[in-house]
């Protein structure tokens, strides 16, 4: 006999094998002696009434009680209670560290995340090894990232499922095992239970049949030397070798062996499947009556198994070890290692057809109880385990997935069905991924809706994914598999309409459907474009910001930003002036102004008006200003060198934090200190011409270097063509800082 709580998962290897002692005469009747003796027993049931009746009628009511409370409600799976025994524990006594995880792991459980955290990092502080707080504190958007695939999955209870327990499915040559409670079994010729309390239940091993709808229906017993009197299951079978591995309670002369704990442990069998029915069970090499190996999982060649063990040297509470087949033989035990084994419990190994092992842990960051997480070997190294999130993990315990190939759909175990019930079930889970974006267009200015426009998506590197055209009711959408962030929706009517675009943030709102606001499209009278390049490499810019503003009312019209191909497209009034406006960080901006002004309606080129050419801002770069021309022996500004300072003018005004150093070069003809001296007078009278046009003094600073910073070999006694000295002749300014 058992009791449910033996059966939860949580207690891995002795979930639905601990033997319940006949409870020997107490000595004395101190109700604490009682609750401590049926703790130690495995009845939790009546140790909790035990301690209640000392807490609540003797009123010993201190912190030794209510931590045996808290512990007592942990085991029996009562989460929420155990979470009030714990609050009231740790509020007058925090001797006992281990409190502080268990009352965070019971924060989570209620949803109180943020709370979980803070009693997580006061136990990371007292033992900072642990890994089950330390995966919690690694990423505290852990519980936001846990819920946000969740939309995409739909998941059942399954109509097999019963009052009785249900789990451990595994593929068995088309079919499903799974261990199972309350049919016939003809190995007892009476119903599965012998009494009529769920305590008295034990498991076998039954064969269901998928049906369409993925519901299981029962097909029969597992004929064989698989089921014995006492438990069987969970189980793994193997299509290679006809092998069924098998978890059974340790049992001899037919009764269990008890170890010195006074509980019977679990051992591993293997039944070889022989003309149809399978053999009488043998154990495997690995097993003891001191420790439990429990939930195999065979790998699809046969030649690896993983469990799960409790034994001397692990990591944690429970850890996943492996042995493999050497001829007739197995290996020692190899634990898998801290990667995947923690402080806390690891169980339910599960081997996919893609190699990917399935387990579950209350080690790792998970929501609560036990979760299933999925790795891989990667060059000999297991991945870090990724938590499969909600609603295949959930607050309670969930363990033992039997995934479809591919992974996004399968079985699993669950104990979640109600919330004061720690019973497991069988659950069917699907993901899909696939994101409806949708919306509507239609003409500015009038109801009714646009047929036939052109809408396009595309990433947000420019890519074209699909090109569509609106219903008869301006209705268009797009089904995509979501693998970026941002996207953006183009709409157009051809060439006599603008082009809107809308982008969507995914990854913010993570929807089915993507419902985009009416999009509206202007019939085109002028359209202005152009394309942002790199001066240097000619190549287009992605993120610059583009502002047009009508520039007789002041209003800001409209922002685009550029994409990976640098366009940018605006959509003109008749006979209007305006103003654009380029900007991006880190990059000299600037402005320019166009008009519709006489001009007839069609494509205005930008760059036209606008120098699309654009540099990075690099602080003491050298940048030559052109067409800077002197009289000769003269430091005069000339009329036809303002036109390019007029240049500099509004690169100062479009950049108002960026300060220069205005500098005049001569060639080596001449005295050394008569060019120094000129070129310092010819940079100062261009200098004042530019704080003359309204720059701020401070921003700009003019300095003469004469002949002493040469672009070629021709210094003083060496012969050079005009053409030669005449490139030392310019005039530069350099960024000092922006």
């Known amino acids: 006999m058992f009791t449910n709580e033996d059966m939860k998962p949580r207690k891995l290897l002795t979930y639905s094998f601990i033997i319940l002692m006949t409870v020997a005469p107490l000595l004395g009747t101190a ?61 007058k006594d925090d001797s006992q560290v281990i409190d502080m995880l268990h009352y965070a792991e019971a924060l989570k459980y209620v949803g109180d995340y943020e709370e979980a955290l803070k009693w997580y990092k006061l136990y990371n502080m007292r033992v900072p090894e642990d890994r089950r707080a330390i995966s919690h504190l690694e990423n505290e958007n852990f519980i936001k990232e846990f819920y946000q695939d969740s939309v995409f999955y739909t998941w059942k209870n399954l109509r097999m499922n019963t009052k009785n327990p249900e789990f451990g499915i595994t593929k068995y040559k088309g079919d499903y095992l799974i261990s199972y409670v309350g049919v016939e079994n003809p190995e007892l010729g009476e119903k599965y239970y012998k009494g009529e309390r769920t305590e008295d239940l034990y498991l076998d091993v039954y064969v269901f049949m998928r049906d369409k709808e993925n519901e299981l229906a029962l097909e029969d017993w597992l004929e064989g030397g698989v089921n014995s009197k006492y438990h069987d ?85 429970t850890d996943l070890y492996m042995i493999q087949r050497s001829g007739d033989s197995w290996t020692n035990p190899v634990n898998l290692g801290p990667i995947i084994n923690t402080e806390g419990e690891e169980c339910f190994p599960s081997i996919a057809d893609d190699d990917i092992l399935y387990f579950s842990s209350t080690g790792h960051a998970g929501g609560g109880g036990l979760d299933i997480f999925k790795t891989e070997m990667v060059k000999g190294k297991w991945t870090k385990p990724s938590n499969l999130g909600y609603p295949v993990n959930s607050p309670k315990d969930d363990f033992g997935i039997c995934p479809d190939p591919g992974g996004e759909s399968g079985y699993f175990s669950s104990n979640r069905a109600d919330e004061n019930s720690i019973q497991d079930d069988i659950y069917y889970f699907q993901f899909n991924a696939m994101v409806d974006i949708r919306g509507k267009v239609r003409k500015a200015g009038e109801l009714k809706y646009l047929e036939n426009a052109i809408v396009r998506l595309y990433e947000d590197d420019g890519t074209l994914l699909f090109e569509k055209r609106s219903d008869v009711d301006g209705y268009f959408d797009f089904q995509i598999i979501p693998d970026r962030c941002r996207y953006r929706v183009e709409v157009t ?58 520039s007789q009312t002041g209003d800001q019209i409209k922002t685009i930003e550029t994409g990976r191909d640098g366009r940018m497209q605006f959509n003109l009034l008749f006979e209007t002036d305006y103003k654009l406006v380029l900007t991006k960080e880190g990059w000299f901006a600037r402005s320019g102004v166009f008009t519709t ?142």
Request: hydrophobic share 35%; aromatic share 10%; glycine share 6%.
């Open 31 to 91: 109700q604490i002696k009682k609750g401590d003796f049926f703790f130690e027993n495995y009845e939790y049931g009546l140790a909790l009434q035990a301690y209640e009746f000392a807490y609540d009628e003797q009123l010993i009511q201190n912190p030794m009680m209510s931590r045996k409370l808290a512990n007592t409600h942990r085991m029996l799976g009562n989460v929420k209670e155990s979470m009030i025994w714990y609050k009231k524990t740790l509020h």
């Open 233 to 317: 299951g969970p189980v793994s079978f193997c299509e290679a070798t006809n092998e069924l591995f098998i978890t059974r309670t340790n049992v001899a002369n037919g009764k269990p062996v008890l170890d010195s704990k006074g509980k019977a442990n679990l051992k591993i069998h293997v039944s070889k499947l022989e003309g149809g029915e399978f053999a009488k069970a043998v154990e495997l090499p690995i097993n003891s009556d001191d420790f439990s190996n429990a939930h195999p999982a065979i790998s699809k060649d046969g030649k690896t198994l993983y469990f799960a063990s409790n034994r001397d040297g692990g990591l944690g509470e």
């Open 493 to 550: 009517n051809g060439v006599d309409y603008s082009v809107e675009s809308y982008i969507i943030d995914y990854c913010d709102n993570r929807l089915q459907f993507y419902d985009i606001p009416l999009i509206e499209v202007v019939e085109l009278n002028y359209m202005a474009q152009g394309t942002i390049l790199n001066k240097e490499t000619k190549e287009p810019v992605k993120g610059f910001k583009a502002t047009l503003y009508n």
């Open 597 to 738: 002004k006489g001009l007839a309606p069609g494509i205005i080129e930008i760059d036209r008006f606008v120098n699309l050419l654009f540099e990075e801002i690099a602080v003491d770069k050298a940048i030559e200003v052109e067409n800077i021309y002197y009289d000769f022996n003269k430091f005069t500004v000339r009329e036809d060198a303002k036109p390019e300072l007029d240049k500099l003018v509004e690169m100062m005004t479009d950049n108002p934090s960026v300060k220069i150093e205005l500098s005049s070069h001569t060639d080596s003809q001449g005295g050394d200190k008569y060019n120094l001296v000129l070129s310092d007078q010819r940079a100062k009278a261009a200098t004042q011409y530019i704080v003359s046009k309204g720059v701020e003094p401070y921003r700009i600073i003019g300095k003469g270097y004469g002949e002493l910073i040469l672009k070629n070999e021709c210094s003083n006694g060496v012969q050079c063509s005009d053409t030669k000295h005449e490139q030392n002749r310019r005039t530069e300014f350099k960024v000092l800082e922006h």
